[in-house]
């Protein structure tokens, strides 16, 4: 479940297409294709893929910001996980008034399954 710790902000837009990405696979043939130069052995969750839009409208996440899914621990767990798949980046980056903190951004090859996602 998405969260904003902003006023008035919804989840809104991100349920409208739930049901048609869920089992994403990030790659069209499983021998044959990779994203991003790395080979995906298994389908992207529909979770998994939920966030990854998430994180593509809102351009980033580090624990403190404006926005977290479930939990901000959920939130890294399932960041964390994308970062393997190599969908999601993460760079320490300095953030004011915080300091020094893992930055979570989509990358190239998470923009490609979000735009696979939304065909």
Known sequence: MFHMEQSGASSAGRSATRREIVGLEVHDEAADETVG????????????????????????????????WDTTSGTRTLLESLVRRGLVERVKESVAPIGDVDVYRVSAAGRVAVDRAGR
């Open 37 to 68: 130069g790395k080979h995906m052995a298994r389908k992207v969750g529909h979770v998994q893929l939920a966030l990854l839009e998430c994180l593509a409208s809102r351009g980033l996440w580090y624990s403190g910001c404006w926005w977290h």
